[in-house]
């Protein structure tokens, strides 16, 4: 793939999402694309299908001044790097639920990483299901918040090493999974059992949730 690199292309993501743009690097994990205004650093995973553009679709491509990567070009790209490399700025991600969630990376584990959302405050995000991520072009702000809205420090928790235990450490805790995508993935954990979350509802009914199709988790 990495030949392709300077060319145009369209890509699909999970989804059924679309973007277009120029292929700027190619790792063993991620994609970088430039769409004319950001870089979008899209994990392999989930690129369902890709075409290269034709020359009327690349003359509609809007250029604007070309932002800094948040990366060493000189290094082999992969997702965990680029997603230490993005820890503190302004960035937006997209999991799940038809919206993308803005804010900033604190700190990567094995298999997620915690994120920090002046909408949702401290989330725990599964890196499986991250679908892209756009850093934020200087000086912009979330929300147009300034940086005293933006805590450094915005959590006294501490992290376990895999999203399965950092779920299990909210045990009896009221949270929504998935960004509240439906009324059943919001109430309080009652157990975890092969593989399987239990999850007290509002009413008291008792749900059982999937672990490897938990991909977002906040505390209410």
Same mark, same amino acid.
């Given at each position: 793939?990495?030949?392709?690199?300077?060319?145009?292309?369209?890509?699909?993501?999970?989804?059924?999402?679309?973007?277009?743009?120029?292929?700027?690097?190619?790792?063993?994990?991620?994609?970088?694309?430039?769409?004319?205004?950001?870089?979008?650093?899209?994990?392999?995973?989930?690129?369902?299908?890709?075409?290269?553009?034709?020359?009327?679709?690349?003359?509609?491509?809007?250029?604007?001044?070309?932002?800094?990567?948040?990366?060493?070009?000189?290094?082999?790209?992969?997702?965990?790097?680029?997603?230490?490399?993005?820890?503190?700025?302004?960035?937006?991600?997209?999991?799940?639920?038809?919206?993308?969630?803005?804010?900033?990376?604190?700190?990567?584990?094995?298999?997620?990483?915690?994120?920090?959302?002046?909408?949702? $405050?401290?989330? #725990?995000?599964? =890196?499986?299901?991250? !679908?892209?991520?756009?850093? +934020?072009? @200087?000086? &912009?702000?979330?929300?147009?918040?300034?940086?005293?809205?933006?805590?450094?420090?915005?959590?006294?928790?501490?992290?376990?090493?895999?999203?399965?235990?950092?779920?299990?450490?909210?045990?009896?805790?009221?949270?929504?999974?998935?960004?509240?995508?439906?009324?059943?993935?919001?109430?309080?954990?009652?157990?975890? $059992?092969?593989? #399987?979350?239990? =999850?007290?509802?509002? !009413?008291?009914?008792?749900? +059982?949730? @999937?672990? &490897?199709?938990?991909?977002?988790?906040?505390?209410?």
């Amino acid at each position: 793939m990495k030949e392709n690199i300077g060319k145009y292309i369209k890509l699909e993501i999970s989804g059924k999402k679309f973007f277009s743009g120029l292929l700027v690097d190619v790792g063993s994990d991620l994609w970088v694309v430039f769409n004319g205004f950001d870089y979008l650093y899209i994990p392999t995973i989930h690129i369902q299908n890709w075409q290269f553009l034709k020359q009327d679709e690349i003359d509609e491509i809007t250029f604007s001044n070309e932002p800094t990567p948040i990366y060493n070009h000189n290094e082999e790209i992969s997702l965990r790097k680029t997603l230490t490399s993005a820890k503190g700025i302004f960035t937006e991600i997209y999991v799940t639920s038809k919206q993308a969630l803005h804010g900033y990376i604190i700190s990567i584990m094995n298999n997620y990483f915690v994120f920090y959302s002046p909408i949702y $405050k401290t989330m #725990f995000i599964s =890196l499986s299901h991250l !679908k892209w991520l756009i850093p +934020y072009t @200087n000086n &912009q702000r979330p929300y147009g918040l300034n940086n005293s809205s933006l805590p450094v420090n915005p959590s006294n928790i501490t992290f376990a090493r895999s999203f399965e235990v950092q779920i299990e450490k909210l045990m009896g805790e009221l949270i929504v999974f998935n960004i509240g995508e439906n009324e059943n993935v919001m109430g309080k954990i009652q157990a975890i $059992k092969n593989n #399987f979350v239990e =999850l007290i509802t509002a !009413k008291e009914e008792p749900v +059982y949730l @999937n672990l &490897q199709h938990i991909k977002t988790v906040h505390m209410t």
